[in-house]
């Protein structure tokens, strides 16, 4: 059996949200509606603190990169200072 891709199932729902809406009573179309509000919150709350969990150790893995290059430090950009090694000898 050939599966169907992602935009077709999509589209595919869509149509049958609307022929269900069209044919269900309008408490039955209240329920979906308030599920849909709920589980749209839900995702409004979620998805910011995924991306915090996401991006904050990705930052600590980079200041834990520079700082593990110990002899090797090039000084502040806008110090002046080039403590480069081909400079120092």
């Known amino acids: 059996m050939k ?11 869509i149509v049958m949200g609307i022929l269900i ?6 408490g039955w179309v209240r329920v979906f509606v308030t599920f ?8 409004g709350f979620l998805i910011p603190l995924i991306i915090i969990g996401l ?13 593990s290059h110990g002899d ?5 950009p806008m110090s002046g200072q080039d403590n480069s090694p081909e400079l120092l000898a």
């Open 72 to 76: 090797r430090h090039l000084g502040h």
């Open 55 to 67: 991006v904050t150790p990705a930052i600590a893995d980079i200041g834990k990169a520079v700082c």
């Open 36 to 43: 849909n509000y709920v589980f749209s919150q839900f995702l």
């Open 21 to 26: 809406g069209n044919v269900l009573p309008e």
């Open 3 to 13: 599966k169907i891709g992602l935009l077709p199932r999509i589209v595919i729902a």
